[in-house]
């Protein structure tokens, strides 16, 4: 298809955001490239004459973000460096109407949930036969596995159901096929992810069936990785902690938000939960799963929030002692329920109450990585990095967790190898070691 300035309709795909957005780019990358459409994505090279910008939504930082790149590539049209500005994603399905009053030379604005729409642009149609393929965007050996959409969870301070809609599984036999064609591609490591992964079936089998999801991925030859992301603490599905005890894919590796330790917050937050649920829910995992790693993620500053209600927090990070951590300051988003509430914590403290948070889990991740020492961990190798190679054990996934840090004079070692790594030294968030 032929366009103004270039010769050849290229479209480079720009992603923000998280990890369900970087599989949003990978569909719409197959589809486009499925159609003989010339596609690429995040090109550092710009010879793409249509942008699509898959944007965030989520809070201030990230819709700014969102915004700034958005004006980056209108100011390049407007350079005759490219021809066409899409948007879609979440900040595009939040704020469409005013976005497309605000920055009109952008071509076409789309949600969350208008991919067909979105290739039309392209004279280009949706091939349900490519479903369950996938181009990676990330080097390949892993691979997130998007296993439902949407939100059906009342949570006080978040916008994503009203970005991401009602929560919708995808069934089962779709999803053992992705992870089958990408084990084929060379995939070792998924990662499930979703709004909440832990509601997965209720909506399709009517009943809680990540267990079920779980054991057939484990089926598929080639994962040797298995990863839960986004489970959701109240209602937790107990059979998926005997399904991660028994099969040796998945990965002793839970990450569940939690986002507060003050049942008084987590009431306001209307979490469904208590403090005493939270810890005891915690003891059954470790319970059930010995030598599991559990990452959480908390709000500071949530309207509310007393210093009492801090000091409570810190005490259940202290106790809880999770292997894992981040830390949000709230974010006063429209349209959500505690926007109806006052913001009654300074910006100040939000982020002084983050920081007390992350320096004492600091302390607590130090301690940890000690005991790791003189022990040798299967290590899944990410990428090369100056004199080192950086890998990840299985508990500890990309991006967010620690790093495994090894000397590369001490002998080549291949991107996407499990290499068993002896570690002889800890920081407070990265292991070093050597190969054995
Ligand atoms: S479960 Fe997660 S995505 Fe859903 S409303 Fe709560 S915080 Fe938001």
Redesign the pocket.
């Known amino acids: 298809m032929k366009t103004k300035g270039h010769k050849n309709t290229k479209v480079n795909i720009v992603t923000l955001g998280c990890s369900k957005n970087v599989v949003d780019s990978e569909v719409l990358l197959t589809q486009l490239r499925g159609n003989g459409i010339d596609a690429v994505h995040e090109s550092g090279t710009d010879d793409a004459s249509v942008v699509v910008i898959n944007t965030c939504g989520f809070i201030d930082n990230a819709k700014q973000e969102s915004i700034d790149t958005i004006l980056r590539y209108v100011d390049a049209k407007q350079e005759g460096l490219v021809d066409k500005v899409y948007v879609t994603g979440c900040l595009s399905q939040r704020y469409k109407d005013d976005l497309e009053k605000e920055i009109p030379e952008v071509d076409a604005w789309f949600g969350t949930r208008d991919l067909s729409r979105l290739l039309k642009q392209f004279k280009a149609d949706y091939k349900q036969e490519l479903v369950g393929e996938r181009i990676l965007t990330n080097p390949g050996h892993y691979a997130y596995l998007k296993i439902s959409e949407g ?5 006080s ?5 009203i970005m ?1 809609g009602r929560h919708v599984s995808r069934p089962i036999e779709e999803l053992v096929k992705e992870a089958q064609n990408l084990a084929k591609g060379g995939t070792k490591e998924l990662l499930l992810i979703a ?2 992964s832990t509601y997965y079936g209720l909506d399709l089998y009517k009943k809680r069936n990540l267990a079920e999801l779980l054991n057939q991925l484990a089926d598929v030859e080639g994962i040797e990785w298995i990863r839960l992301h ?1 489970a ?1 603490p109240t209602g937790f599905p107990m059979d998926v902690l005997d399904v991660m005890a028994q099969r040796s894919t998945i990965c002793k590796y839970l990450d569940i ?1 939690l ?1 507060h330790g003050s049942t008084n917050m987590l009431e306001r937050m209307r ?1 469904g939960t208590t403090r005493e649920k939270t810890e005891q829910l915690l003891q059954t995992i470790r319970a059930k799963v010995p030598g599991i790693a559990i990452r959480t993620t908390l709000i500071t500053g949530h309207p509310g929030e007393t210093e009492k209600d801090f000091e409570e927090m810190m005490d259940f990070v202290e106790k809880s002692r999770f292997d894992r951590l981040g830390v949000f300051t709230y974010s006063h988003e429209e349209n959500t329920h505690a926007y109806s509430m006052n913001d009654d914590v300074p910006d100040e403290t939000k982020q002084q109450r983050a920081d007390a948070v992350m320096e004492l889990q600091q302390g607590i991740s130090y301690e940890l990585n000690q005991q790791k020492v003189g022990k040798t961990y299967k290590v899944l190798i990410d990428r090369k990095e100056g004199g080192s190679f950086i890998g990840r054990t299985e508990f500890d996934s990309p991006e967010v967790d620690n790093e495994v840090i090894i000397d590369a004079t001490a002998g080549y070692l291949r991107i996407g190898d499990f290499v068993p790594v002896k570690i002889t030294s800890a920081t407070d968030f990265d292991l070093h070691g050597i190969a054995v």
């Open positions: 939100c059906d969870r009342p949570c301070f978040c916008a994503i159901p991401r709004q909440d986004y959701f938000p986002q979490r």
